[in-house]
């Protein structure tokens, strides 16, 4: 398989990272809603919930409508090349969304950790147990280690992504790291993390043609990962903080309806509370440009409680 060349990546990127607080940078609000309904309304197959990497060899129009960033194949093969660069000049690979907003996402989930009252969790954050979620290069959880994070994973599902994560862990001295192949759609994770990062990865997920039935999977899978009272931190440029607020109102609202059915049925096998999202916080810092007359930016981070 070809590595995607440096024109085709950048291309990729900045297709993926145009994204304004008060605005979709592919569907407007009306449509994107419409899309979800549609997908709703159709039952799940396997193929739906599935990473396939061959998926978008089916139709082409998919593809240019959704994004090549949307495919495992396109990450394999991204990896792929920074993995080569990687042995022949020791280069890290790109930092999704540069490196300013990593270092601001690391440093304010740390304050946002701290500052979170939970009878559960420690503020002790060498004992936050931290899962981070389509790392690629791992470096996200490298700045999370540098301001005090200790118990850190790193989970991917292209092979490439997490053998370039485990060589930079060991040459920068992170080797603490544990890092996994694994997809959060169709995770074989059991266990479940106080503090679970996002950056980018939901972004990916929307990319694909079946976006819609996927980021439904994402949070029914994100709910079993989070411990209860944990943090759930996402870093995005194709949504903004509003729209992840309805979109997680809107998971919230399917987990009400599941309770409610349960217990009409009668249904007690299952005893345990539905959790549910609850925002937090966001970040308020990031650089902001007008357009139109609107003031918005490029990025957004949003960290949300499970309660």
């Known amino acids: 398989m070809a590595a995607a060349s440096d024109d085709e990546r950048s291309v990729a990127a900045d297709s993926w990272s145009v994204k304004s607080d008060y605005g979709s940078s592919a569907l407007d609000d009306d449509q994107r809603q419409a899309d979800a309904d549609v997908a709703a309304s159709f039952p799940a197959t396997a193929s739906d919930y599935s990473s396939d990497r061959d998926d978008h060899e089916s139709d082409g129009n998919d593809v240019e409508a959704a994004s090549m960033l949307g495919f495992q194949t396109y990450w394999d093969s991204s990896y792929a090349q920074d993995l080569t660069n990687f042995h ?37 954050l060498s ?14 959880l490298q700045a999370l280690a540098k301001q005090g994070f200790s118990d850190l994973t790193g989970t991917d599902y292209s092979e490439g992504a997490i053998e370039l994560a485990k060589k930079l862990a060991i040459r920068d001295g992170f080797t603490n790291i544990n890092f996994l192949v694994d997809d959060v759609l169709e995770t074989k994770l059991e266990k479940k993390f106080e503090l679970v990062m996002d950056k980018g990865t939901l972004d990916a997920i929307g990319l694909h043609p079946d976006g819609p039935v996927k980021r439904m999977m994402y949070w029914d899978s994100v709910a079993n990962l989070v411990a209860p009272g944990g943090i759930l931190v996402i870093t995005s440029c194709n949504n903004t903080r509003d729209e992840l607020l309805r979109e ?37 810092t990031y650089p902001t440009f007008r357009f139109g007359g609107v003031e918005g930016s490029r990025v957004c981070t949003v960290a949300f409680s499970l309660l």
């Open 88 to 124: 022949h000049h020791g280069h890290a690979g790109e930092v999704w969304f540069g490196e300013d907003v990593m270092d601001t996402v690391a440093t304010w989930t740390k304050d946002l950790c701290l500052k979170t009252e939970t009878a559960d969790i420690s503020k002790d």
């Open 127 to 140: 004992t936050w147990s931290v899962l981070d979620l389509g790392t690629g290069n791992g470096l996200l």
């Open 248 to 284: 997680v109102e809107k998971f919230n609202q399917k987990l009400l309806g599941i309770k409610c059915l349960d217990q009409e049925a009668g249904n007690e096998t299952n005893n345990e509370e539905k959790l549910a999202f609850r925002y937090l916080d966001h970040v308020r």
